[in-house]
């Protein structure tokens, strides 16, 4: 239930739901009201971090991903920017077209509070880290990279190539996890997805 930091399948299909109509609204009408979508949801007030999802269906190609690692707010009102960013703003593609609002799918990862890392040795931080459970977050000065954990698991990565590559994504050398001023913290996160286009919703394992 809303409130509690773990979702129940039907917050799970509220979410995705509006979701799905930020983005649908967005894509027709930018300046669309914001708050038409918010009142829905309202009740979920949680300060967690959330990330949004869109996927081609049915080859499941990724088409955006935008998120907050670490609350700026309540749910309520981070999944609509994330739902807008992940369809216009993810640099790694061209913002969503009205002709692509039905041959995709749409996922919501609500995360988990990041918990650091704190192993002194190099060893222990990879035994605190479990693969397809855990994300990961790295800071160092000013840059910073996440990946959900359902990225690992689709990549194949050991360990140590999670956190190169984390490394990598945030722009720091690949072995910057073992510096002791290097913050690294993981956290869990509740899957909500799409079996189809505007289907209905399952939480992924």
Do not use: N
């Amino acid at each position: 239930m809303a409130g509690s930091g773990h979702y129940s399948l039907d917050d799970g299909r509220t979410l995705v739901k509006a979701a799905r109509s930020t983005v649908e609204l967005y894509v027709k009408s930018p300046k669309f009201e914001k708050g038409v979508i918010e009142k829905d949801i309202d009740k979920y007030r949680d300060h967690l971090g959330i990330f949004v999802t869109i996927e081609h269906y049915p080859t499941m190609s990724l088409r955006g991903c935008i998120g907050f690692p670490i609350a700026v707010g309540p749910v309520s009102r981070m999944l609509i920017d994330a739902a807008i960013a992940a369809a216009a703003e993810d640099p790694r593609f061209v913002p969503l077209s009205h002709r692509e609002l039905d041959h995709i799918v749409l996922s919501v990862s609500v995360l988990s509070k990041p918990e650091q890392i704190k192993g002194e040795s190099e060893g222990a931080k990879l035994r605190e880290i479990k693969i397809g459970r855990d994300g990961l977050i790295i800071k160092y000065g000013f840059k910073s990279g996440v990946f959900l954990p359902i990225v690992a698991l689709e990549q194949k990565w050991s360990k140590d190539e999670y956190l190169r590559e984390l490394c990598l994504k945030a722009g720091i050398p690949e072995d910057s996890w073992k510096r002791p001023d290097v913050g690294l913290y993981k956290f869990t996160a509740q899957v909500f997805k799409e079996t189809e286009p505007g289907g209905s919703v399952e939480e992924v394992a």
